[in-house]
């Protein structure tokens, strides 16, 4: 898609930041199931009575709770299948762009790559955080 020519270090740091990149973003998702999945559901909850709304019985809480996770886990999987399978060395960089834009990944953390690419990185992510200043 870009027009930037990557070294074989470039690839290979590549690689290593979204591989840093992937276990961020997991390490961010269990910790956000675990406080969802630990939340406490009050006694009240708990202790309804079955009901039924049109024929259908009402969810009790502790299936409310098990959807939540299901729809979390979900969307993350399909997060995580759209950003990370299939990506071959024309699309290091793509890669690397959304997690450096998005902040997953740091201006430190690119900066060992070589100038063109990492120049880039800089000037597109400055674009997007002007273009949303704009809004």
Not at 3 to 20: M, P, Q, V, W
Not at 34 to 44: G, T
Not at 55 to 65: A, D, L, N, T, V
Request: aromatic share 10%; proline share 4%.
């Amino acid at each position: 898609m870009w027009n930037i020519s990557l070294t074989k270090a470039d690839k290979r740091k590549c690689r290593e930041l979204i591989h840093f990149g992937l276990e961020r973003e997991c390490e961010k998702y269990v910790k956000e199931m675990q406080k969802l999945a630990s939340k406490p559901i009050p006694q009240a909850e708990l202790n309804e009575p079955y009901r039924e709304e049109s024929g259908f019985s009402i969810e009790g809480p502790w299936h409310k709770r098990y959807i939540a996770l299901y729809k979390k886990t979900a969307s993350f999987d399909k997060h995580i299948a759209q950003r990370y399978d299939g990506m071959t060395g024309g699309h290091y960089l793509d890669g690397v762009l959304g997690l450096y834009c998005e902040g997953t990944i740091s201006d430190d953390e690119i900066a060992p790559l070589s100038d063109e690419p990492r120049e880039f990185l800089l000037k597109y992510k400055k674009h997007i955080l002007e273009d949303e200043q704009v809004k």
